[in-house]
């Protein structure tokens, strides 16, 4: 079993991390939107759970543009979620509790409320102020049309212009100015920003969308000449590195800089890289002398099929090994459709046109989307690495796919001209009890409406509950602090078809049955199973752990 201790530099290569989004987590103010405080408070629910670190999606000044991913503020914490103080009550009651804390680091982009992006507004072009963003002229006549054809990942042009015609580029939403990391100054305030949290006793960081930072930005930029070549779905295509603002090879120098800062901590602090690239180049994010991790979005993006999973598994584990990593497994976060809910979606749906017809097509059935969920959820904590949980999943919480429209808060539903529906279905607060005005995440109201069926949901109403997912995450849990070896596994030859059967060292084994017929139960002692097993079967969407 590794050790989980404090001290151990190793603590996260197979930890449990739970993520939570503050905003919808608790609400200890009542004033419906989550805080510090309310997330302090319910703590009891993580070392319960039996996780061992938490991840803090953004708590800091925002205006809210995109979720708090628009940082006004890298070392302070939103008045609106409390203050500095509240941060090291929880960061100390966490400690106190055994769990690990990791905070979120946005160096892509600050929020135009920034000082440093007030500052250029005010400066001339060709200014130092200017330049610790990237601000370039416009083409046409006039300077009229932006620089390049480069598109934001949430829509329209990436580029927007500022009163005396020059234009700035901003790969996310127009209030997610992007910065310029080829700026000395830039780079020496995000190693402040992380001497001031690791000073503060953080474990680690989540560094989000850690494949933009450096850009291209020889002048005259570059066309991409066709707009989906904006998406990251073009490093599919493009040969490595040459993209002009995603994977560059450049990024990694900033990345090896940083470990010299976390090595410097006892025990280092972590990191995690958010990088949608393909897996080859994304285990070069996660190499010991850069940020360690990466997360492993195939995993997620794969399809309830046992030879999709098992390409996916084997080839995560060698990327990692490769690269001297931990392998990451991620389900669901705070980005994608909640797998309770995505896991039931016939192969091929379009999640879009689902979420913009509010779930009714196809229409999905919730009981065996949750079974699929929690055989899912059995097979990843069986893995090798470390796993993401995202907040509500231990609850089998499903999608809210039917907001209304006036309810989204999500930049990506105005920036898409209301094509789009974005992401806030994964965001509703959290059912904590099956009664109140919020369900117990608050003792006010909630910032996104929660259905009423989130009452069957609950923490409360799934506290000691036999057979309740919460139960079932915190057994196999607790299962698995004792059962960690090694992080390889071994293929069992032979598992019928749509089975994933694999054994860890001594002699725990994992099946997962994805099929839709039952399948002869392996010999050994059964440990835990995601749904009830009769005469030696294993039936359809289940996984079991046998000794
Ligand atoms: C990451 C975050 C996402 C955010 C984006 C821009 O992908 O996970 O929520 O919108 O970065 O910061």
Redesign the pocket.
């Known amino acids: 079993m590794p050790d989980l201790s404090s001290k151990d530099p190793d603590w996260w290569r197979q930890a449990v991390v739970y993520q939570v989004y503050p905003r919808s987590f608790a609400d200890a103010d009542g004033d419906g939107l989550g805080d510090l405080r309310g997330i302090t408070e319910r703590l009891g629910h993580l070392a319960a759970l039996g996780v061992d670190a938490l991840w803090l999606s953004p708590f800091y000044p925002s205006e809210l543009a ?2 708090g ?1 628009d940082v006004a503020d890298y070392r302070d914490v939103d008045p609106r979620l409390g203050t500095l103080d509240d941060f090291d009550a929880l960061a100390a009651e966490a400690h106190r509790l055994g769990l690990k804390v990791i905070v979120d680091l ?1 160096p ?2 600050t929020s135009h409320r920034h000082p440093w992006f007030r500052e250029a507004l005010a400066a001339a072009p060709g200014s130092r102020a200017r330049d610790r963003y990237v601000f370039r002229d416009g083409r046409g006549p006039d300077g009229q049309f932006p620089p390049t054809d480069w598109q934001s990942v949430f829509g329209g042009s990436a580029w927007r212009q500022v009163p005396d015609g020059q234009w700035y580029l901003h790969l ?1 939403t127009p209030e ?1 100015p992007d910065l310029n990391w080829n700026d000395d100054e830039v780079r020496a305030d995000f190693r402040t920003t992380l001497r001031f949290w690791s000073d503060r006793g953080v474990d680690g960081f989540r560094v ?2 850690a494949h933009a930072l450096t850009k291209d930005l020889t002048d005259p930029l570059r066309d991409l000449g066709a707009p989906e070549l904006s998406s990251e779905k073009a490093l599919l295509t493009l040969p490595p590195g040459t993209h002009p603002f995603f994977d560059r090879d450049e990024v990694h120098a900033i990345y090896r800089d940083w470990r010299t800062i976390f090595d410097a901590y006892t025990p280092p602090r972590m990191a995690v890289a ?1 990088a949608w690239v393909p897996g080859v180049r994304r285990a070069l994010y996660a190499r010991p002398d850069e940020l360690g991790q990466a997360f492993n979005f195939e995993y997620l993006q794969a399809g309830w099929d046992a030879i999709e999973l098992r390409a996916v598994i084997t080839e995560s584990l060698e990327t990692a090994r490769i690269a001297g990593a931990s392998a990451t497994w991620v389900l669901s ?3 994608v459709i909640r797998h309770a809910s995505r896991l039931s979606l016939p192969p091929g749906t379009d999640e879009n046109a689902w979420l913009l017809g509010n779930g009714h097509e196809p229409a999905v059935d919730r009981a065996a989307g949750l079974r699929r969920a929690r055989a899912a959820a059995l097979l990843m904590l069986a893995l090798p690495g470390s796993s993401y949980v995202y907040q509500g999943e231990e609850l089998g919480l499903p999608e809210v796919a039917d907001l209304p429209p006036e309810a989204l808060q999500d930049p990506v539903w105005e920036q898409t001209g209301r094509t789009r529906k974005g ?1 806030d279905g994964c965001r509703v607060p959290l059912p904590w009890t099956a009664e109140g005005p919020s369900f117990g995440f608050g003792t006010g109201g909630s910032w996104l409406p929660q259905p009423p069926w989130f009452a069957g949901y609950a923490v409360a109403a799934q506290d000691g509950a036999e057979g309740s997912t919460l139960e079932l995450y915190r057994a196999a849990l607790k299962l698995r602090r004792k059962l960690l070896q090694g992080e390889s596994l071994t293929w069992v030859p032979d598992a019928p078809d749509g089975v994933v059967h694999f054994t860890r060292s001594d002699g725990w084994r994992c099946i997962a049955n994805l099929s839709d017929t039952d399948v002869q139960l392996p010999p050994g002692e059964v440990l835990l199973s995601s749904a009830p097993l009769t005469d030696g079967r294993v039936g359809p969407d289940t996984t079991v752990w046998l000794g």
Request: charged share 35%; aromatic share 14%.
């Open positions: 995109d979720g991913y946005v892509n982009h996310f997610q989000d969308v958010e976060n705070h980005d992401r």
